[in-house]
């Protein structure tokens, strides 16, 4: 039968894929193939890129107040800051400490290229800066501060010195920038040694030697000055001179007096002379011993996954030459938990392809399940091509919207092959019965799959900011694999029915047992004509079902998003303002003492006075302060940390006196505590009466 005019232009796709299939089967294999590469090689991060429109500017002035701080530097620089119309001013924030103010500062959501804003206000705060107090210092921009680390290691030693550590890290480092693919390193944790002076007050008074004088001329032979240079006739050659102290003997024998006799006293006749490291204002220790952590960040557009095994080869090699008193382990480890995304992703496209097989060998005979199955990984890996080629990365987002769609592109297929079983069952033949399926459907799988896309892109006009950073590639993956599987239906699936299916439910002349699908139908055909017969039942019950959904939603959590599933989590420690760094780490190791018990918890990193590199997108790092603890916990396993979670965040929060403990899981919202309360007022007075009144409410 050949169908001509009209009939022709409707039946046209479908039946040039039918005569053509060799090439439809090629092109499919072409693109199949296309989509196992692009899984394994496109640019793969935990997260989507997000433009973090935060810096912090900190000002340096050494000896003054926090009042004085507040009224000299702080307020001129937040005056300063609101003259941009890109700052978001509500958002913007400021700490006020002896000798250093911090100003947290937030752009506007609709703010695209935050570098130029940033390059913006470094130049106007140098201007500033002459305005201000000759004693303010420097004035600081740190713009990158939403950078994350891709990985977190730390050197650690009972026996190394820092300077012995630090050379073991500056070895590491040397070794990662040999991968392509690495990005920005950092030291933290660092400790400078120092040369200390202890000097016998007795003994300077006897010899009558000023304090003032002594120091002068220490500092003067420390000095390193330009010593000149000589011309010669091929060219000018600079001179160097030997810098009179540079070790603790140098230091020792250096002559600090002089009389008409000739005899001299060395400094270390009236002092005691040694190397050491100062008493550090932050510290950081892995297992409570001392420790460097080295930050490892990963080029934009890359495949984290590949970068994980580039720098986990190069770690390892170097990890194997180690000695055995310095130890090298992995904190935060991103690649990683990508990779489990990627495996966890594949499972659940196989258990997605079981589970219709299971179901459907159920209602319809096995080789139809069959084709049903088939049409799951060749529309995800089909989406995969496309995606690859309109340059998006894998990422959390995109693991979401695939494996949402996996439970929707099969029904595309099923609807197909449930049409061209029906037409091979009223006589037609395989060929007309393949097309005349794809050609009635068309127009209602079309709609529904426009009704299911449109559904996601209002998020695209009602998010701003950070978080429509985070989704905006959800409904376009959406609604790109939902297509792909509605042209997965219309073409591909016709050609593969044809071939597999050959013969309908029912044969003539053979009386077939009733299968389970017989008996589903038959009992829907007895309800239909009840439920139109009583009208007004049906609606009750719909208006019941709906009130008694609404109000069970009261006692269900809610959630924009929702927690990251690490094997890690945070405890922040809060002392009161003032206390001293030996205090806030006793609270931190009589913390790690208690959680050390438990078999769940693999090792602690606490960083002391300080804190540490952003190592998750949305966990923004607090401002050092002594009186601020802040500790790394890895577990044994994601399922670990919920349950050391549940189990401890309430228990310890106030156990220390003077003390207050908060266990932050981490999270994929851009929260900071679920209720906060910020006051604005000039009055300080004020400011502390509304607070205290908000505390005991």
């Not at 006020?96 to 937030?106: D, I, T």
């Not at 600090?256 to 002379?273: S, W």
Request: aromatic fraction near 10%.
């Amino acid at each position: 039968m050949n169908m001509t005019g009209k009939n022709k232009d409707q039946y046209r796709i479908v039946d040039w894929a039918m005569r053509n299939y060799k090439i439809v089967l090629l092109l499919s294999t072409l693109f199949i193939l296309i989509g196992i590469y692009s899984l394994m090689n496109m640019p793969k991060q935990e997260y989507p890129t997000i433009t973090v429109r935060q810096a912090l500017v900190v000002g340096g002035y050494p000896g003054a107040t926090p009042k004085q701080v507040e009224e000299r530097l702080t307020k001129p620089l937040e005056e300063y800051l609101f003259r941009y119309k890109e700052v978001k001013k509500n958002n913007t924030y400021s700490y006020s400490k002896n000798g250093v103010a911090y100003v947290y500062v937030e752009l506007e959501d609709n703010v695209k290229n935050k570098d130029e804003v940033w390059s913006k206000i470094k130049h106007g705060l140098l201007a500033l800066k002459q305005t201000l107090s000759p004693e303010v210092q420097a004035i600081i921009v740190n713009d990158d501060f939403g950078d994350t680390s891709t990985l977190l290691l730390t050197i650690s030693s009972k026996t190394k010195t820092y300077r012995q550590l630090e050379q073991y890290v500056d070895k590491l480092e040397n070794k990662l920038r040999s991968v392509q693919s690495v990005s920005k390193i950092e030291k933290y944790g660092t400790q400078k040694e120092q040369i200390t002076v202890l000097l016998d007050k007795q003994k300077l008074a006897s010899y009558n030697i000023p304090v003032s004088a002594l120091a002068l001329g220490i500092f003067t032979d420390g000095m390193v000055d330009y010593a000149g240079e000589i011309e010669r006739a091929k060219g000018v050659v600079p001179i160097h001179l030997r810098n009179s102290i540079e070790t603790v003997p140098d230091l020792q024998e250096k002559i600090i007096y002089t009389d008409p006799k000739g005899d001299f006293i060395r400094l270390k006749d009236i002092a005691e002379v040694k190397k050491e490291y100062p008493k550090s204002e932050g510290f950081i220790a892995h297992d409570g011993v001392k420790t460097l952590v080295l930050s490892v960040g990963m080029l934009e557009g890359k495949d984290i996954v590949r970068f994980g095994k580039e720098v986990k080869s190069v770690i390892d090699k170097y990890k194997a030459g180690l000695p055995g008193d310095v130890q090298l382990a992995t904190v935060v480890d991103q690649p990683q938990v990508v990779g489990d995304s990627v495996s966890s992703f594949l499972m659940e496209m196989l258990i997605a392809i079981c589970s219709v097989i299971a179901v459907t060998i159920l209602l319809l005979p096995f080789r139809v399940a069959g084709v049903a199955a088939i049409s799951i990984p060749i529309t995800i890996f089909i989406s995969l091509t496309i995606l690859f080629f309109l340059g998006f990365e894998l990422n959390i987002v995109n693991f979401a919207a695939l494996i949402v769609v996996l439970g929707l592109i099969v029904d595309d297929c099923i609807v197909i092959v449930d049409g061209y079983i029906d037409y091979i069952d009223e006589g037609y033949s395989r060929w007309h019965a393949s097309v005349m399926s794809a050609k009635e459907y068309f127009k209602s799988l079309i709609t529904a799959t426009l009704a299911i896309s449109i559904t996601f892109f209002p998020f695209l006009f009602t998010f701003k900011g950070t978080l429509l950073d985070f989704i905006v590639s959800f409904p376009w993956t959406m609604s790109i694999t939902l297509f792909v599987s509605l042209g997965v239906a219309i073409v591909i699936i016709p050609v593969i029915q044809y071939f597999l299916i050959k013969k309908g439910l029912y044969e003539k002349g053979i009386v077939k047992k009733r299968t389970f699908l017989d008996k589903v139908q038959e009992r829907y055909n007895r309800l239909l004509p009840i439920v139109f017969k009583h009208p007004k039942i049906v609606f009750a019950v719909v208006v019941l079902s709906f009130v008694l959904a609404s109000w069970m939603t009261r006692y269900v959590e809610v959630r924009m998003m929702p927690l990251a599933e690490r094997n890690l989590f945070a405890v922040e420690i809060y002392l009161p303002k003032g206390a001293s760094i030996d205090q806030t780490r006793s609270v931190s190791d009589s913390l790690q003492k208690i959680l050390k018990k438990d078999k769940r918890i693999v090792s602690f990193t606490s960083f002391v006075g300080t804190d540490s590199p952003r190592f998750h997108t949305l966990y923004t790092p607090k401002v050092p302060d002594k009186s601020y603890a802040q500790v790394i916990v890895n577990t044994s396993s994601n399922e670990a940390t919920n349950e050391v979670m549940a189990e401890y965040a309430d228990k310890y929060i106030d156990y220390f006196p003077n003390a207050n403990v908060y266990f932050k899981q981490l999270d994929n919202e851009s929260v900071e505590v679920p209720i906060e309360i910020r006051l604005s007022q000039a009055d300080e007075a004020v400011l502390k009466k509304y607070s205290q009144e908000i505390k005991k409410a």
